[in-house]
């Protein structure tokens, strides 16, 4: 950690350059004698991408920044003030604490938040970064975390463990048994020193595979931002034996939807041909796997087992997009392309044997404006083009 960066003059410079191209600053060099130029741009880039990530870190004075790859790595703000809600306690310990956001929020819920970094240069940035945000119930320590629980006499509220996805051998990975630390083994120890155990994993590991692969989920939860996934946590309880909750959520701009379910609850939809107006899920719903309960809770049809789109004749307020149905039209390559050649549409497929790609150029037809078609199957498994505006 140079602490020469600290200085005023050098954080001015780095607030005035968020927007200059990095090369500049490469080529013509640090315009400060202890500071190295790529030092200096590593700091512009890494606050540059920290502005809608991390707006609290952003906007607060003195903030040193690590290596680029830990920003994007980290827990956005917004996912992390979520996750820090679905545990109480006084005291948690993250294992694995990174560039230190989750512990943050964590530390807003907890009266103790232990954070517990391998990387003793990011752990001492931390430790930096929490005196500038005026954070003072957390306990930064550069240790491996799993060595810290097995040294520590105390025990925990919570456990919290966001393991590594990089492998000097493999690059980036996601699978479980890929991950540093490797979880499943280590289970029963954690639960000699917690009750709670909220584990983040990669958001496109499949959720069967991983419940399997754990023991004592008592939920998964599925955290979308703006319609995309960016974080599957699954929060394990001590001896807990019953079924598993399915919560997924997807943070919106003006609100949040929410839909749970029971794990592997036996559930069957109602299908129907389109109607007067056709639903797709969110992001956190069609990765929950949630098909057929979405289709009882809000009462809509299913227009078939595997298109995972929705009909209903009238309007609901459906937790995802919702389109008023214009027309409905069989899949005839000339006569679509008579339509719509040299128009604009935005077109999605579900359960269709063509891509986007593939349609659009045997189509013809450029992306946006605002007709939307919806290139699926339906019940009687015809090839259908469903003519939608948006709602």
Known sequence: MNLAILKPEVQEFISKNLKIEITKIILKGSPFEDIESKELANQILAKKKSEKKLPTWFSSKNIYYPNKISIEQTSSELTAAFKSKLVTGNSIIDITGGFGVDSFYFSKQFKKVIHCEINSELSTIVTHNYQQLNSKNIETN????????????????????????????????????????????????????????????????????????????????????????????????????????????????????????????????????????????????????????????????????????????????????????????????????KRFSKSKANITTRNFPKTVAQIRKEINIKDGGADYLFFTTTANKNLKVILCQKC
Do not use: M, W
């Open 142 to 337: 550069a240790i491996n975390g799993f060595d810290f629980l097995k040294e520590t006499n105390h025990t925990f509220d919570c456990i919290y463990v966001d393991p590594s996805r990089r492998s000097d051998v493999k690059g980036k990975v996601f699978l479980l048994k890929d991950c540093l630390p490797y979880i499943p083994p280590k289970i029963d120890f954690f639960f000699t020193k917690a009750n709670q155990i909220l584990i983040k994993v990669s958001p496109i590991l499949d959720i069967t595979n991983t419940i399997n692969e754990l023991k004592n989920v008592k939920s998964v939860h599925i955290v979308a931002v703006h319609n995309e996934v960016k974080e599957l946590l699954f929060l394990l309880e001590k001896n807990y034996a019953e079924s598993t909750n399915i919560i997924a959520v997807n943070i919106g701009k003006s609100k949040t939807d929410e839909f749970s379910f029971k794990y592997q609850s036996k559930e069957t939809s109602n299908f129907s041909e389109p109607l007067s107006y056709l639903y797709e899920p969110n992001s956190a719903i069609l990765k929950s796997g949630g098909f057929h309960q979405i289709s009882n809770k809000f009462n809509v049809y299913k227009l078939e087992e595997h298109s995972h789109l929705y009909t209903s004749e009238n309007f609901i307020d459906f937790p995802g997009r919702a389109f008023k149905i214009v027309d409905i039209l069989s899949y005839d390559k000339k006569k679509l392309k």
